[in-house]
């Protein structure tokens, strides 16, 4: 079954069947991620939505709801809490054939996949079209260098480094916008980026978890998903909303 959605972007050939598994595998996760600091009102009016169908027989069908779920959220929550919109910059950009740490790159076309070229060594925890992209703060890695780290940009993965913006308020559901007018790209946050060995030698004494979401709050990169793509060069004006 095929199935394309103009709301929330969601475009079945985009998915494979392990895609969709893991996906709805994380469901609590994106929903978590996406209300995570939300006042309680909030999270009583997104249980009135009621919880979200993980049993149906179509995987395809199932990981729609899901993310659909997610996009009714994020504007859910921008109604009820607006969010204070943060400016910032593209400061580098970085793919690879698979694996980090991620070259810096001059350009990039951003597709629902991610930066086109890019891809990544292990499928299992990678590369669903919600972790298309992987985005940092060029100002949280010059914090981590000043603690005696040998992490570089692209180091740890990430795709994007972005800066001046306060990290700490990066949270699931908000809209990264790149650039203007009818060019624009769109990001959307989903997940917090888990960090693991493969980027040890970013960190003193291999200590990763140093940007590990549930233990340094507000340190994580942050995956993303396409709402719409285009391209992208260093220096391009970021805004992120609600």
Known sequence: ????????????????????????????DLIGHALDGADPALRVAAGAMGPVDVDGDDPVVTAHAVMHRLDDLATLRDAHEPFEPMLGRIESLHAS???APKPEIPHAIVDAGG???DSQDNRRNHGRPWQAL???????????RGEGHPIVAGGAGENLTISGVD???MRGGLTITIG???????????????????IGDCFTERSW?????????????WYTSVLDGGAIEPGAAVLITG
């Open 115 to 117: 930066i086109v070229g």
């Open 167 to 169: 990290w700490g308020r």
């Open 209 to 221: 978890d140093r940007i590990d979401h549930d233990e340094h709050p507000g340190w994580a990169r």
């Open 134 to 144: 992987c985005c940092y703060s060029s100002d949280l890695l010059e914090v981590l």
């Open 97 to 99: 054939a698979g694996g």
């Open 1 to 28: 079954m095929t199935m394309t959605c103009a709301e929330c972007g969601f475009d079945s050939a985009r998915w494979s069947d392990d895609d969709l598994a893991r996906t709805i595998a994380h469901t609590d």
């Open 180 to 198: 203007s007018g009818a060019d624009a790209v769109r990001l959307r946050t989903s997940s917090p980026a888990a960090p693991c060995h493969k």
